[in-house]
C-alpha cells in the first residue's frame, strides 16, 4: 500500500490508498477506511494519482466504491472511468492507462443453471409446476431447476434446489450434458448442466414460496406431455435416460484435482468423462 | 408502458415509465429518455412509484441509470435500493418490494475460460509464454487460454484465442474436460474447458502485446516442464492426451439443439458425450 504526495498547480495532494495487482495496475480498494473527503478532494486526489500511476507505468486502475460512497462515483466518471461490475454492496469502476487496447478482464458473463434428474425405485421422475416464470399456469410439469450460486459447486446446487423445491434428499451422481445459450438473463450467457441424482428420501414436500405442486411421475407420463414433445429439453431428457437404462452413455463426473495447484484457491473439481476413469487412468 | 400520477402530501408526482416482467416485477429501462430531471425530482417520483407497485402487489423493481445519469444513484440508495450488476455504459439497481424474501435472481455468477489443445501433423503441442499474469518470465511454457466472452460459444472462443495468440488457424474438435473452481475473479467462480482443435494452418506468428513467445513443443519437453509436473492441469492435459490416443475416451462435442424451444433465444447448442451421438442416438 503506497501513501504519498504529489503537486498539482502548486498544491499537494495525497494520492489514493492503492496496491499493485499482477498485471501492472493497481487497485484502490480501500476507500472506506481513509478519511471522508467530498467529491472535489476525491477528484483532485484521483487526478494526481493517474499522473503518478502513469508516470510509473501502471496500465488498469480499479477502483471500489462501497454503497456509501456512491458521491463519489460521478468525478471518478468525469476523470474517463467507467463502470465494470457491481455487487450488492459495491461499484466497482475501471480506467485504462496506456494509448494501447485496454486488455483488462471482462466482467462475469454466464450464469449456471442446474436441472435435476431424480428416478425412484419405481422409475418415476420428481417433477414440479412453478408459480412464476413462463411456464406459469400451464399445468406443465418439468424437472427441478435452479441457479448455481456464485462459490457453490454444480452439484452442491443440485442436491440444494432439488431439496428446496420438493424437500427430497439427493445425493449427486452425474452430469448427463450441458447446454449453452445467449441472452438469457440481460446480456449474460448461460450454461445449463443436466445433472443425475439419486434419492435418498422419498416424501414430496414442495416449498410454498415459488412451487405450486410437485410429485414423482411416470417418464411415459412426463414424455407425453405437449411441452417436453416440443421443447429441446424435454426430449433430451427422455432420450438421455433411455439411453442410460440401455447402459451406453458414459456421463462426466466429478473428481477432486490434484491439489498442487500453484494457485490457493481451494479444492478443484475437474469433470472427466466417467468411463476414462473406470478404465483405470491416473488423475 | 404505464404513464400516470399519483399524488403524495398533496402534490401529483409523475410516476416512472416501467414495464411489467415476467415474474410480478417491474423494469424502468428508460430514464434516459425521460424529461431530465434532478436527484430531489427523481426521488419523489421514484417514491410515488413504488407507492403505486406496493398496491398493484408488485415484488421486484429494477432500474437502469446509464453512466450520465450518475446523479440520480443515491437517491435510489436513500429509498433502499442497491446494486445489481454494472455494464461499463451502465448500472443497475434492484428493490424488493414484499415482506416475504427476496427471490431476484443474482448478477452473473461466473466467468468462463478455454485452454486450447493443438497438435501438428508430427504430434507437436502448439503453446505460448505469457507476457504478464503469475507464469511471467518463468520461461514455462503453456496452452493458449482465454476468456469467452459474454454472448460468445465456447467452441468460437477456443478458435478465435488461438489465433490471436499464435496466428494458427483451426477447427474445434471436442471438449475434453471442464474444471470448476471458485473466487477466481474477485469473488466470482469459473468453468475452464479444455478444448481439442485441429489446426488449418502451421505457421506461428506471436501476438506483440499479451505473448512472449510461441511455437510448436513435442508432448515429451512439455511434460517434463517442473510446472507441467506440479500442475492439475498440465498433468491432465498429458494424461488425457495419451488416453486419447489410445481411443478409450469419449469427448463432449457440440450439436444444435432442436431449435423447437418456446424460448426463442436463437441456436443452442447441446454439448453430449460424442459416443452416443455415434451410437445413433437421435436429439
Known amino acids: 500500500m503506497s501513501f504519498s504526495k504529489v503537486f498539482e498547480n502548486g498544491f499537494a495532494h495525497d494520492l489514493l490508498p ?8 493497481v ?15 476525491f477528484g483532485a486526489r484521483l487526478r494526481a494519482s493517474i499522473s503518478e500511476w502513469k508516470r510509473k507505468g501502471k496500465k488498469g486502475v480499479w477502483i ?39 486488455t483488462l478482464p471482462a466482467n462475469a458473463s454466464h450464469r449456471v443453471r442446474i436441472g435435476a434428474i431424480v428416478f425412484n425405485d419405481k422409475g418415476e421422475l420428481l417433477v414440479v409446476q412453478e408459480k412464476s416464470g413462463i411456464l406459469r399456469g400451464t399445468g406443465l410439469w418439468k424437472i427441478p431447476t435452479g441457479m448455481v450460486d456464485e462459490d457453490e459447486d454444480i452439484e452442491a446446487a443440485a442436491i440444494r434446489e432439488v431439496k428446496e423445491e420438493t424437500g427430497i434428499d439427493t445425493e449427486f451422481k452425474e452430469i448427463l450434458l450441458f447446454r449453452q445459450s445467449h441472452k438469457a438473463f440481460f446480456d449474460k450467457s448461460e450454461l445449463f448442466f443436466l445433472c443425475i441424482l439419486r434419492p435418498l428420501s422419498f416424501d414430496v414436500q414442495k416449498q410454498e414460496l415459488e412451487i405450486e405442486a410437485a410429485q414423482w411421475l411416470s417418464l411415459e407420463e412426463f414424455a407425453a406431455q405437449p411441452y417436453a ?3 429441446d429439453l424435454g426430449e433430451c431428457i ?13 456421463q462426466f463426473i466429478p473428481v477432486v484435482a490434484p491439489t498442487r495447484s500453484i494457485s490457493d484457491r481451494g479444492l ?3 469433470y472427466l468423462n466417467a468411463k476414462t476413469l473406470l478404465s483405470g487412468q491416473s488423475f
Open 18 to 25: 492503492s496496491t499493485d495487482d499482477q498485471h501492472e495496475g
Open 27 to 41: 487497485i484502490v480498494d480501500n476507500l472506506e477506511f481513509t478519511a471522508p473527503m467530498g467529491p472535489e478532494v
Open 64 to 102: 471500489k466504491f462501497p454503497l456509501g460512497l456512491v458521491n463519489l462515483v460521478e468525478s471518478a466518471i468525469k476523470e474517463g472511468f467507467v463502470y465494470h461490475h457491481a455487487e450488492p454492496s459495491y461499484l466497482m469502476m475501471t480506467y485504462w492507462i496506456p494509448e494501447s487496447p485496454c
Open 229 to 231: 414433445q416440443h421443447n
Open 238 to 250: 427422455t432420450n438421455l435416460c433411455l439411453a442410460r437404462a440401455n447402459h451406453d452413455y458414459s
Open 268 to 270: 478443484q473439481y475437474v
